[in-house]
């Protein structure tokens, strides 16, 4: 788990720092305004993962694929009796850990630049 975290973690802060590099400059500012965005965006995305998983979009996914399949006249395949949430595969904690860690880095530069 920790691994994965920090993999999240230096992959949120490569996009900040390539955001700070070809855009709007480098000052603390700008870091705090796009920490605060990226660690957001990866919330977010993690907590989008952790409803799939959860189960609680199952039905509606279902009923989607249900239609889709009659509009479109295809047969049945191995995918189509899955759920939502056992195709998702993806760990939501170690996403939501690193946005949470990036979030509170962009606060304690918060702290700093108003002191």
């Not at 996009?15 to 855009?23: K, N, R, V």
């Not at 959860?54 to 295809?74: E, T």
Request: proline share 1%.
């Amino acid at each position: 788990m920790l691994k994965r975290t920090f993999i999240y973690l230096l992959i949120q802060e490569l996009i900040i720092f390539a955001i700070l590099l070809f855009g709007t400059g480098i000052s603390l500012l700008h870091y705090i305004n796009i920490s605060f965005y990226v660690s957001f965006i990866a919330f977010l995305i993690g907590l989008l993962v952790y409803i799939m998983r959860s189960g609680f979009l199952d039905r509606v996914h279902y009923g989607f694929r249900k239609v889709a399949r009659k509009i479109r006249g295809d047969e049945e395949n191995e995918f189509s009796d899955m759920m939502l949430s056992e195709l998702v595969g993806l760990p939501y904690a170690d996403m939501i850990l690193s946005s949470i860690i990036v979030f509170l880095s962009s606060m304690l530069s918060l702290v700093l630049y108003y002191l």
